[in-house]
């Protein structure tokens, strides 16, 4: 059974920074595809980021272009959310999320993905 827990969250200034994780276990995730999604109150759960396992292939929402950065330690199992220069906008709970197909514009869609992890909060203050 695939397991997702994330950390790192927590509250931070506009313009700071803040490095979260997903710890990945449960199976074997070469050819998998990694993402981060965010829902803030009152709206839709929305992609952020995604990586794929192998090869490091990356990509990103608009919002969040040249401002955050994903990653994956393939030896410790984990994926990487370096956000930077965050703004009151990115407030929200962050959920990484895992699925087998590869990596294309269909992945910004949350129906693709397969598992999930329970999330963590970020918070942005102005």
């Known amino acids: 059974q695939v397991q997702l827990v994330e950390s790192g969250g927590g509250l931070v200034q506009t313009g700071g920074s803040l490095s979260l994780s997903c710890a990945a276990s449960?199976?074997?995730?070469?050819?998998?595809?990694m993402a981060w999604f965010r829902q803030a109150p009152g709206k839709e759960r929305e992609f952020v980021s995604a990586?794929?396992?192998?090869?490091?292939?990356?990509m990103y929402s608009a919002s969040v272009k040249g401002r955050f950065t994903i990653s994956r330690d393939s030896a410790k199992n984990t994926v990487y959310l370096q956000m930077n220069s965050l703004k009151p906008e990115d407030t929200a709970v962050y959920y990484c999320?895992?699925?087998?197909?590869?990596?294309?514009?269909?992945?910004?869609?949350?129906?693709?993905?397969?598992?999930w992890g329970q999330g963590t909060q970020v918070t942005v203050s102005s």
């Open positions: 999320a895992a699925t087998s197909a590869p990596l294309t514009s269909r992945l910004v869609r949350r129906t693709e993905y397969d598992d």
């Open positions: 449960g199976r074997t995730f070469s050819g998998y595809t």
């Open positions: 990586i794929i396992w192998s090869g490091g292939t990356t």
